[in-house]
C-alpha cells in the first residue's frame, strides 16, 4: 500500500481542522449555556508556560499552512496577529481548509524528496525532505495542538467525547 504525501498532509489536516471549528462550537454552546464570556476559554491553558487555547488554535492552523506551502513552493497564508474571538477562529480555520485543499494535489506529491526548509517564528531553520517536513514534524506538531485544545475545553467542563476529537467516520480514499 502506497500513501501520497498529499493524503498524509492535506488528507489529514482537513477534517481535523473541521472537528477542531466544531469543538470551538461547543466551546461556544457552552458558554452560552452558562452565561460567560467566551473569551474566558480562548485565554485558558492548562500550564502557566503553555500556549492558550487561542494560541493552540493559531499554531495547529500555522503548521497546517507553512508546511502545506513549503510542499507546494508558494507563499503561505497570513493572519493578523489580533486575538481573535471564536467566529475568527472559525473563519481562520475555514481559510486555512480552502488554502491546504486549493494547492495542487501533484504539486504536493512530487514533493517527497524535495529539500525544504522550515523556519520557526524566532527565525531559526531546520532542514527537512517534503516526507520528513510531514511525517515527523509538521503532523505530530498540528496533532500536539489539537489535542492540547480538545484538552483545554475538556477541563474547563465543555461537554466533549473522544468522537468530538477525531470526527465522524470517514470511508476509505481510493
Known amino acids: 500500500m502506497t500513501i501520497s504525501l498529499h493524503e498524509a498532509s492535506v488528507g489529514v489536516y482537513v477534517p481535523y481542522l473541521r472537528n477542531l471549528s466544531a469543538l470551538l462550537d461547543h466551546a461556544e454552546a457552552h458558554s452560552r449555556v452558562r452565561k460567560f464570556d467566551p473569551g474566558v476559554l480562548l485565554g485558558m491553558r492548562l500550564a502557566p508556560n503553555m500556549y492558550s487555547l487561542h494560541q493552540q488554535i493559531r499554531e495547529a492552523n500555522r503548521h497546517v499552512v507553512l508546511s502545506c506551502a ?3 513552493g508558494c507563499v503561505p497564508l497570513a493572519f493578523a496577529e489580533a486575538e481573535p474571538d471564536i467566529a475568527e477562529l472559525k473563519a481562520r480555520i475555514a481559510a486555512t481548509i480552502d488554502f491546504a485543499q486549493s494547492l495542487p494535489r501533484e504539486v504536493i506529491d512530487a514533493a517527497t524528496h524535495r529539500d525544504v ?6 527565525g531559526a531553520t531546520r532542514p527537512f525532505t517534503g516526507k520528513s517536513l510531514i511525517l515527523t514534524f509538521s503532523v505530530p506538531q498540528f496533532f500536539f495542538h489539537v489535542a492540547t485544545a480538545y484538552d483545554i475545553l475538556r477541563h474547563a467542563g465543555v461537554d466533549l467525547a473522544k468522537k468530538d476529537f477525531l470526527g465522524p ?6
Not at 169 to 174: A, I, L, M, T, V
Request: charged share 15%.
Open 117 to 122: 526548509v522550515f523556519t520557526f517564528k524566532s
Open 169 to 174: 467516520p470517514r470511508p476509505p480514499q481510493g
Open 70 to 72: 513549503l510542499l507546494a
